[in-house]
């Protein structure tokens, strides 16, 4: 039987040596990085030296150790909640890509979308096949963060937001974190021809990401839920709700086929498919105001402008 001795961090008991399971929320602020544990903010870079970066911290294998380490015998500070204020966009150098079609509200939407061009059964066939449909997204210029504005193409007559989980991977391919991601989309241009598909995915403002990451040491359960509202004129337009159990590809494995063959130096997000489509007759408008929340992350809010 190993040893273990019993301790205390600010008033929470701990064992040493057991496995922690502390969940954290790790924010990008104008002030710093700034880690939630259960109610207490630190700010970690400001009171023990000069911070790693953001980039450093964000492909580090051990992040959720690094954090605790961090963390441990501290109380928190009321300037580190008071950072929360001045949220980022909680990403790097990282390219973000997508998985698409890994929910069967997907797959019903695309085939219809596409149905008059002659889509065929591309989207029945992806969401079947052992390979899935991974794309890029975008390149981290593209993306807001918290309270930023997203937009719709000039182009596009047929707009969407796509709510969906976000991993956080780390170089060498290990999920380091979870945040909550938009994948902006234009229905009426993918719809068209599905080798439009970069056109209707990539282009500027056409990715959100936030509030924070969740840094957890297990995956998120399937009960995980996520859910979309989309506000106008202060009422609510459409909201719906899926959970984590719906989706057909297991993250790990979406990872795994995202990394053969193709190297990531600055590791990278990658956003796991929608499980949510409002009905064909909704297109976003400029001032629309898209929620999306995931239990255990938060809520991320954006304006389309
Ligand atoms: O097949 C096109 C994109 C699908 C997608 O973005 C999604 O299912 O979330
Ligand atoms: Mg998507």
């Known amino acids: 039987m190993p040893r273990r001795r019993a301790g205390c961090i600010s008033g929470r008991i701990f064992v040493q040596g057991a496995v922690r399971k502390l969940i954290m ?5 104008i002030s710093g ?3 939630e544990e259960h109610d207490r903010f630190y700010l970690p870079g400001k009171d023990r030296g000069p911070g790693e970066s953001w980039q450093l911290l964000t492909t580090r294998d051990d992040l959720h150790g690094h954090l605790l380490r961090q963390i441990q015998g501290g109380n928190g500070s009321e300037a580190a909640r008071h950072a929360l204020q001045d949220l980022q966009v909680p990403i790097g ?9 890994t929910y069967y509200r997907s797959r019903e939407a695309r085939i219809q979308e596409s149905k008059s061009a002659g889509g065929g059964n591309f989207y029945d066939r992806v969401y079947d096949a052992e390979r899935p449909e991974l794309f890029f997204k975008a390149t981290p210029h593209r993306v807001v963060g918290p309270n930023g504005k997203v937009a719709i ?19 060498k391919g290990k999920i380091i974190g979870y945040t909550i991601g938009n994948d902006m989309s234009s229905r009426s241009i993918e719809g068209e021809n599905p080798l439009y ?20 040491p297990e995956p998120l ?4 839920e996520i859910s979309l509202e989309i ?6 337009e459409f909201a719906a709700a899926t959970t984590l159990a719906s989706m057909k590809r297991d993250p790990l494995s979406l990872v795994e086929y995202l990394y053969r063959s ?16 409002p009905p064909d007759s909704f297109t976003l408008a400029p001032g629309d105001e898209i929620r999306i929340a995931i239990t255990g992350i938060g809520t991320l809010i954006n304006t389309v402008g």
């Not at 193409?153 to 991977?169: F, I, M, Q, T, Y």
């Not at 359960?221 to 995980?224: I, K, N, Q, Y």
């Not at 506000?231 to 609510?236: L, Q």
């Open 262 to 277: 193709n190297s990531f130096p600055s590791g990278c997000f990658l956003l796991t498919g929608t499980g949510i489509v």
């Open 153 to 171: 193409r000039d182009d596009s007559s047929w707009s969407v937001p796509e709510p969906e989980l976000a991993l956080l991977v780390s170089p």
């Open 25 to 29: 929320k790790l924010y990008r602020t």
């Open 93 to 101: 150098n990282q390219e973000v890509w997508a998985a698409g079609v």
């Open 33 to 35: 990085y700034v880690v």
């Open 221 to 224: 359960p399937s009960s995980t």
């Open 231 to 236: 506000m106008r004129g202060g009422i609510s």
């Open 197 to 216: 598909l970069p056109q209707a995915k990539v282009y500027d403002r056409c990715c959100a990401l936030g509030p924070c990451i969740l840094v957890a």
